[in-house]
């Protein structure tokens, strides 16, 4: 019997990451065969990273490479020539294509994608300028290049389904927000979810007796309170702009600052791509801002070794994160009502900035979170979750390992059946 593939497609603001699944049965967990990264999107030369069994190649240049379709096709291409990859030799080996959709609206569970639901998808691109449209350039990409594959959409605003009514609700005219659908929406969930999962595992707690804060701090950056193993807050809104500071975005401002920023907030972005409709302002906020804008680099990592060095720009853009982020721990301390098993960090920047998880967790040693230097200094191995806390503080102090394209694949290969294109 032909292995069936899945290939489970992260297509972030800076990066498109792909993994490359086996599944059998509905109940096993899919068995990863290979993971491959375009990263530094925003910040060209892309680079390559590739994992296949002992293979690995990481930091290669790739000159040519622009935007999320030309990752996803080069991406393709290594793959299917890759002579050690066996059950991936033609695209149409690929049954199940999973795409995560960044924002999916009223859209709650995995779907396969037909006509209606694309145009659904497409109308949404407005309100996440950075990604939807990134994802469903690839969606179409698969469509023409791997027919017989099923494309199934993944939403990361799914797991915030859970918000309470007062959470989600904007302090505005409720007729205006419910006809427009103003609401807080969400997003970085199928992290959250893979996390939630992840970190319950570690504790060996059930899933629905976990409360975290969690940090999944990316190109995108944000804060999820969770209670229950559920979402009860979160720092992104109607779109992925709220909250913190990204890469290029903003994150939360006076909604005033705009109309005083520009005298052109409400016209029509000259630089938005092609079949995009959105302002100057929301062009200005969400591409022309965030630590990119502060010290000319999109790389968190170098801001915070240059920081390190004293570098007074570098050190401003490190020190607005741990602000921000530090609100967020200690306002979600109090939504969770004190009761906290770990406070984790997770994304690029959680994962591997040693740096800025010092810096906050300093700030919340109020709270009783405090580290193991030794430990929140070491690389990180193989292991998803890795405790970085000092033994014996009052709360544990955790790094998570994300991977929304397993969390994707795990979902898809537990609802094959239903996801299936019909033959
Ligand atoms: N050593 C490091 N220390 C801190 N941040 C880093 C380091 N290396 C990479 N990063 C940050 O991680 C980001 C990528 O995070 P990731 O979650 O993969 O992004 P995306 O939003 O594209 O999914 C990079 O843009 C960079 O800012
Ligand atoms: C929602 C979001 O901001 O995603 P990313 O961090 O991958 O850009
Ligand atoms: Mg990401």
């Known amino acids: 019997m032909p292995s069936k593939v899945i290939l489970a497609i992260n297509a972030g603001s800076s990066s498109v990451k ?37 293979q690995h190649i990481k930091g290669q240049e790739l000159k ?20 050690g990859l066996q059950e991936l030799k033609h695209p149409d080996d690929i049954e199940f294509a999973c795409h995560r959709v960044v924002h999916g609206g009223d859209y709650d569970k995995p779907t396969r994608i037909d006509q209606d639901t694309y145009h659904h998808l497409e109308a949404l691109s407005d309100l996440a300028p950075l990604h939807n449209a990134g994802a469903l350039t690839i969606v179409k990409a698969v469509h023409e290049k791997c027919p017989k594959a099923s494309n199934v959409a993944f939403f990361d605003n799914a797991f915030h389904q859970t918000l309470p009514l007062a959470a989600r609700t ?15 929406y969400g997003f970085h969930g199928l992290s959250y979810a893979f996390i939630t999962r992840a970190v319950a595992t570690h504790l060996q707690k059930p899933t629905k007796d976990l409360n975290i804060i969690a940090l999944h ?10 209670q229950n193993g559920e979402s009860i807050g979160t720092s992104m809104g109607l779109t992925p ?34 079949g995009m409709h959105i302002t100057e302002a929301e062009q200005i906020l969400n591409k022309e801002s965030g630590w990119g804008a502060i010290t000319g680099t999109t790389d968190f990592g170098v801001i915070s070794s240059k920081a390190a060095q004293g570098d007074e720009t570098c050190k401003l ?36 900035g040693a740096q800025l998880r010092q810096a906050v967790v300093r700030k919340a040693a109020c709270l009783g979170f405090e580290l193991d230097e030794g430990k929140n200094g070491a690389p990180l191995e193989d292991e998803v979750v890795v405790d970085i806390g000092r033994q014996g503080a009052r709360h544990t102090v955790l790094v998570c390992q994300t991977d929304e394209q397993s969390e994707m694949a795990r979902e898809c290969a537990q609802e094959a059946d239903s996801l299936r294109r019909p033959a």
């Open 18 to 54: 792909v993994s490359v699944f086996t599944y059998t049965t509905p109940t096993a967990d899919p068995t990863e065969l290979a993971v491959i990264e375009v990263a530094g999107l925003t910040a060209p030369p892309a680079t390559l990273k590739y994992a296949r069994g002992d």
């Open 217 to 226: 701090l990316g190109s995108g950056c944000s804060a999820c309170a969770i």
């Open 241 to 274: 702009l709220a909250g913190l500071p990204g890469a290029t975005r903003s994150g939360d401002v006076d909604p005033s600052l705009i109309f005083h920023f520009t005298h052109d907030a409400g016209k029509p972005s000259r630089k938005s791509a092609k």
């Open 170 to 184: 904007y302090a505005i005219d409720q007729k205006i927000a419910k006809r427009n659908k103003l609401r807080k």
């Open 64 to 83: 040519e490479v622009e935007g999320q379709e030309g990752a996803y096709e080069y991406i393709l291409k290594h793959l299917t020539e890759d002579e």
């Open 317 to 352: 853009a490190f020190d607005i994160m741990v602000d921000r982020i530090a609100d967020f721990v200690g306002s979600y301390y109090v939504k969770l009502g004190g009761k906290v098993d770990a406070l984790v960090f997770a994304g690029g920047i959680g994962e591997k």
